[in-house]
């Protein structure tokens, strides 16, 4: 809760969202048309002064430079906060998803269908989350005739080096093994066949 000074204005720097405000953002929206790079092309009120505040900054005007300076700076925070939070409410989630696949698996002896997969929940503290999986059963359908895919391919693989005697290691991929492996490369990390498609090295 902020503490309030004699003239009742919030202390801190964060302005409350009225009528004023939320005027403001929508004149920062507002489309116009600028000249860059000698043609006329349309833009925001608020893309257009960012424009020029750089291109006063690259003119060498000190202050422009620690506006612009400034800007980047909380552009950058304001950036992480979000990652932060989203990363915060992921972790939860993930740790979550562990707890009841690990449970369902101890009663059921099978991992539920549930979304997202734990082990497909990505999160990193800089750049934020990512779901590498199926998030839904359409997706989780798609990953299953890929899979099916993938196992037509191994069998043509199989068969095209049985008719043409290959049988070393180092033989060259078949055209069976080619088509799988863009295939196997859209599955989650934690469905990627490993040891059997290497064509790509």
């Not at 720097?13 to 929508?26: G, S, Y």
């Not at 860059?36 to 893309?47: F, N, V």
């Not at 269908?113 to 503290?125: A, G, N, S, V």
């Not at 095209?160 to 070393?168: F, K």
Request: hydrophobic share 35%.
């Amino acid at each position: 809760m902020s503490k309030h000074n004699g003239d009742n204005t919030p202390d801190d720097d964060t302005p409350a969202m009225n009528a004023f405000w939320e005027l403001v953002d929508a004149l920062g929206k507002t489309r116009v048309t600028i000249v860059k790079d000698g043609q006329p092309t349309e833009a925001s009120i608020e893309a257009a002064v960012l424009q020029k505040l750089a291109a006063s900054a690259l003119n060498g005007s000190v202050q422009s430079i620690r506006q612009y300076n400034e800007l980047q700076r909380r552009a950058a925070e304001n950036k992480q906060r979000d990652i932060n939070s989203t990363v915060t409410q992921w972790r939860a989630i993930r740790l979550a998803q562990r707890e009841r696949f690990t449970d369902h698996i101890e009663k059921h002896g099978c991992e539920p269908l549930d979304f997202p997969h734990p082990d497909d929940i990505w999160i990193d503290d800089r750049i934020g989350v990512q779901i590498r999986g199926p998030i839904d059963n359409d997706e989780y359908i798609t990953m299953l005739n890929t899979k099916r895919i993938i196992d037509a391919c191994l069998w043509q693989d199989a068969l095209e080096r049985r008719i043409n005697g290959l049988h070393r290691e180092d033989d060259p991929p078949s055209g069976g093994l080619l088509l799988a492996e863009p295939h196997n490369q859209a599955l989650p990390r934690r469905e990627k066949l490993r040891g059997v498609i290497s064509c790509s090295g």
